[in-house]
């Protein structure tokens, strides 16, 4: 009993020495780097992603220029639009000088501004005269906007008031104002600034305008306001009013030109 207990601890013994000896052997092949491979390199693997080669192109001259919705004048009409005529009228005839200009609501001055202010970041060094023109609460509108416009560092030439229902504000980045106004009407107002740039013209002391039928409602639509501010508009703008053209008379041909 006991001898062939022995017998079979010796079996299992030399059958475990057997196992190990090819695992011995195996893990032998890969000596240690003191084991003589001190020379060898160890092999690098980069995990950095690889680089993917990009074309490159040209660099650009100049960025392109971005157009702004700015215009050389502006006209504001009054409440709603409905009395404001005159405006619809002087838009007409400044488009016919070649004027660039665009017509709005009294409410839409701070699109105004934000316009002319794109325009002055966009090109500083070259700086278009400004003209803001207004009738009623759109005389009022004018005021406003050139007022942000000279806190925003951005100068006015003409601020044009028709009957403004407002005397304020007053920048002194404009360079001239020019209010036409109908005193004690219980509506227009002069302007509360004194001074070679601000030109309150009162229509009851011209003859021609203090009359029936000129009134805050009416008095942007008469012709010699609508001329007083086309004067004023043009030379701020450095223009001159384009002469009209006389219908061409038409005579006979002389008989020493005929053939």
């Given amino acids: 009993m006991v001898k062939s207990m ?14 190990a000896q090819p695992l011995a052997a195996m893990a032998g092949q890969v000596p240690p780097p003191e084991a003589g491979l001190s020379e060898a390199k160890p092999l690098q693997v980069s995990t950095a992603p690889r680089a993917v080669p990009v074309k490159k192109r040209a660099p650009k001259s100049s960025q392109p220029v971005v157009p702004t919705r700015a215009a050389s004048v502006y006209l504001i009409r009054g409440f709603l639009g409905i009395f404001s005529l005159g405006m619809d009228r002087l838009n007409d005839s400044l488009k016919a000088q070649g004027v660039k200009t665009r017509i709005l609501g009294h409410t839409g001055w701070p699109g105004v501004v934000a316009d002319i202010k794109a325009e002055a970041d966009l090109h500083p060094d070259k700086r278009a005269p400004i003209v803001i023109i207004g009738h009623s609460l759109g005389g009022n509108a004018a ?3 050139s007022y942000v416009l000279g806190q925003q560092g951005v100068p006015v030439d003409l601020v044009v008031t028709v009957d403004p229902t407002s005397s304020r504000p007053i920048s002194d980045k404009v360079k001239r104002y020019l209010n036409i106004y109908m005193a004690n009407d219980g509506l227009g107002a002069a302007l ?29 639509e008469n012709p010699i306001v609508q001329q007083q501010i086309m004067t004023a508009v043009l030379k701020t703008l450095g223009r001159k009013p384009a002469a009209r053209k006389s219908p061409a008379s038409k005579s006979p041909p002389s008989k020493s030109s005929a053939k």
Wanted: a neutral charge.
């Fill in 143 to 145: 005021l406003q906007a």
């Fill in 6 to 19: 022995r017998l079979s601890v010796l079996v299992l013994v030399s059958a475990v020495l057997a196992l």
């Fill in 192 to 220: 509360a600034a004194k001074g070679s740039g601000v030109d309150n013209d009162n229509i009851r002391d011209n003859p021609q305008l203090n009359r029936p039928g000129v009134n805050h409602f009416t008095m942007d």
